[in-house]
């Protein structure tokens, strides 16, 4: 399946070319090389985002370019052996990286060579049309990342108690992910203080106080995880409704994202619910959200994004009041959404709304004692 899956993924990239003009492709930014290779990691850093290695795909090759530094870990642990076998691997000393990689493309390709970098002063084009499509192999592993991320926020957050720092917050989402192979792309902890103040708060070392919440983003195979837990140490006035009112507002967002939409008609009716709750200028404050995959966000809608929504693609939205937060990742598929972070058989309490005939369950604000 996976070596059909590549094929096909190659000729798509073959068909981009060739409808730009040119006669190879040169793919070095991390998201699209895990994307090409189903999950192969070539960065190093966590926030890198040119890796270690490259991809070109010409008319008839597909060729892994790599410094001796990395290919062993990739050949042992990161491309999986169906795509080893379709890829022709040129390697060259870490030192003499820029020239040895330009020398090796030269020799390959005597046409026109675009990039998604524009590396080497070539064309650049965009491969986020291709990659936030996933494959029904990427949708089933994105839906078994997306309910580990609900695990470790059932199992630890009933562990926070008022005295913890954000910091600390932030250590423990670490270590719980590093335990399940996850890479902490970004871990947002907000203490009371913090959901007031800030829309993206930069965990300090302040105390939780009576209440906060965590947002994540969580990466395993190149795919990441967006969502949000929110938690009371006692109850806060008007906090419990005023988070009902916020997961309406994300309720409508993913009823309202279904394939052959546009994403800014979507953001229309997130400003809509808004208004409807008594809230009608948040959504100025903050990014609503917008297409997810190999991205934290691949696209952030606003009034403007005119791109239409298809099946395969997965998006996670983020409305805000000031003060609380709802957050998840939903994949869009031909018969429903599934949000693969709050799946059905989670044991986190759950606020169910009604919305255009559909059922849309989001998590409630949970009170620890």
């Not at 089933?140 to 580990?148: I, T, V």
């Not at 988070?243 to 967002?253: F, G």
């Not at 005119?306 to 998840?328: F, H, Q, Y």
Request: aromatic share 8%; with cysteine; proline share 3%.
């Amino acid at each position: 399946m996976l070596l059909e899956l590549f094929k096909e993924r190659v000729e798509k990239v073959r068909s981009l070319f060739e409808e730009n003009g040119a006669d190879a492709l040169l793919i070095s930014k991390c998201n699209n090389f895990s994307w090409f290779t189903f999950g192969a990691r070539s960065h190093i850093t966590l926030n890198a985002t040119e890796g270690e290695a490259s991809i070109l795909v010409t008319r008839d090759g597909v060729y892994l370019l790599i410094n001796n530094i990395e290919l062993q870990r990739l050949k042992d642990l990161e491309l999986p052996e169906e795509i080893q076998r379709e890829l022709e691997v040129v390697e060259y000393d870490w030192f003499e990286r820029t020239s040895a990689e330009k020398e090796a493309i030269d020799s390959i390709v005597k046409g026109r060579i675009i990039s998604d970098t524009g590396r080497y002063e070539t064309g650049t084009v965009d491969l986020v049309s291709l990659r936030s499509v996933l494959s029904d192999y990427e949708v089933e592993f994105y839906s078994d990342l997306g309910r580990e991320c609900d695990e470790i926020f059932s199992d630890v957050v009933p562990s926070f108690v008022p005295e913890m720092t954000e910091l600390e917050v932030q250590g423990i989402m670490y270590r719980e992910m590093a335990k399940r192979d996850i890479e902490p792309v970004l871990t947002l902890a907000f203490s009371e203080e913090s959901t007031l103040t800030y829309r993206h708060n930069l965990s300090r070392n302040t105390r939780l106080g009576r209440r906060g919440f965590v947002s994540i983003c969580a990466r395993r195979r190149g795919l990441i995880i967006s969502s949000s837990r929110s938690f009371m140490f006692e109850e806060v006035e008007g906090i419990r409704e005023q988070h009902r009112r916020n997961c309406y507002v994300d309720s409508v967002a993913i009823a309202s994202s279904r394939p052959g939409k546009k994403l800014s008609d979507v953001f229309e009716k997130i400003k809509e619910a808004y208004a409807s709750q008594g809230a009608p200028g948040e959504w100025r404050f903050h990014h609503q959200g917008g297409l997810a995959g190999y991205s934290p966000r691949e696209v952030v809608a606003d009034p403007y994004t005119s791109i239409v929504l298809k099946s395969g693609n997965s998006l996670a939205w983020n409305p805000t009041i000031r003060g609380t937060k709802s957050e998840d990742t939903v994949l869009l598929l031909d018969g429903q959404n599934r949000i693969a972070s709050y799946p059905r058989s989670s044991t986190w309490p759950a606020l169910t709304f009604e919305i255009d005939g559909q059922t849309v369950r989001r998590p409630d604000i949970v009170l620890l004692k």
